[in-house]
T-cell receptor
Framework: GQQLNQSPQSMFIQEGEDVSMNCTSS?????WLWYKQDPGEGPVLLIA?????ELTSNGRLTAQFGITRKDSFLNISASIPSDVGIYFC????????????FGTGTRLTIIP | GAGVSQSPRYKVAKRGQDVALRCDPI?????LFWYQQALGQGPEFLTY????????KSGLPSDRFFAERPEGSVSTLKIQRTQQEDSAVYLC?????????????FGQGTRLTVV
C-alpha cells in the first residue's frame, strides 16, 4: 500500500539538540498528523494540522502543514531522553474521519 | 482502563491456522479502524467501521481477511488460513465521532507471528 515519504529515516543526536523531520506526498492531503510510537505501543498523536499553511505548537514540538498540501514538517526543540522513539507522519485525503496514510517513520536516538 | 484494548497482545499461529483478534474501543466511540503494521514500516489501513456499518474495507489484502463489529462496539478481525506474510502488528483505533478533527486513539496492538 501507499506510504508517505518521510525523512530522515533515522537520527542520532545529543540531548539538547533540535530535531527536524519532514514528510512528502505525491498527492494532496487535507489533514496532516504527527504521531510518536514507543516499542510495544500504539502510535500516540502529537500534533494535528487541518489547514494549509497552519503552524501549530505543542510544548517543544512545532509542526507545519505545507502550502501545497503535499508536505509537512515536525520540529522538536531541546531534545530530552524521553523523545526517543519512532515518529510517523500521517495524512488524510478526505474531510471526514476516514483512513490515514502513514509515512515510513523517523527513528530518533539520543546519544549519551 | 479507559483506552482502546486489544487481545491477545501476542499470537503465534501455525501457517494455515485461522486467528481472531479482538478490539474493545473506548466506550461510546462511533468510529473504529484496523491497521496492519509490518516490521519497520508505518501502519497501513485495513478497514473502517462507523457504528456497526463497515464503510471502507479497501485495505483488506485478500479475502482471507474479514472484520466485523456486529453491535457497534467490540470488533473482531479474522484471518483465515494464515500465511507468513500475515505476520505483523495489528492495530485498532477508535474515535468518538465521524467528523473531521476528532482523531482516533490507538490500542497497543496484537503482534501476530505466523510460523
Amino acid at each position: 500500500g501507499q506510504q508517505l515519504n518521510q525523512s530522515p529515516q533515522s537520527m542520532f543526536i545529543q540531548e539538547g539538540e533540535d530535531v527536524s523531520m519532514n514528510c512528502t506526498s505525491s498527492s494532496i492531503f487535507n489533514t496532516w498528523l504527527w504521531y510518536k510510537q514507543d516499542p510495544g505501543e500504539g502510535p500516540v498523536l502529537l500534533i494535528a494540522l487541518y489547514k494549509a499553511g497552519e503552524l501549530t505548537s505543542n510544548g517543544r514540538l512545532t509542526a507545519q502543514f505545507g502550502i501545497t498540501r503535499k508536505d509537512s514538517f515536525l520540529n522538536i526543540s531541546a531534545s530530552i531522553p524521553s523523545d526517543v522513539g519512532i515518529y510517523f507522519c500521517a495524512g488524510r485525503a478526505n474531510f471526514g474521519n476516514e483512513k490515514l496514510t502513514f509515512g515510513t517513520g523517523t527513528r530518533l536516538t539520543i546519544i549519551p | 482502563g479507559a483506552g482502546v484494548s486489544q487481545s491477545p497482545r501476542y499470537k503465534v499461529a501455525k501457517r494455515g491456522q485461522d486467528v481472531a483478534l479482538r478490539c474493545d474501543p473506548i466506550s461510546g466511540h462511533v468510529s473504529l479502524f484496523w491497521y496492519q503494521q509490518a516490521l519497520g514500516q508505518g501502519p497501513e489501513f485495513l478497514t473502517y467501521f462507523q457504528n456497526e456499518a463497515q464503510l471502507d474495507k479497501s485495505g483488506l489484502p485478500s479475502d482471507r481477511f474479514f472484520a466485523e463489529r456486529p453491535e457497534g462496539s467490540v470488533s473482531t478481525l479474522k484471518i483465515q488460513r494464515t500465511q507468513q506474510e500475515d505476520s505483523a502488528v495489528y492495530l485498532c483505533a477508535s474515535s468518538f465521532s465521524q467528523h473531521y478533527n476528532t482523531e482516533a486513539f490507538f490500542g497497543q496492538g496484537t503482534r501476530l507471528t505466523v510460523v
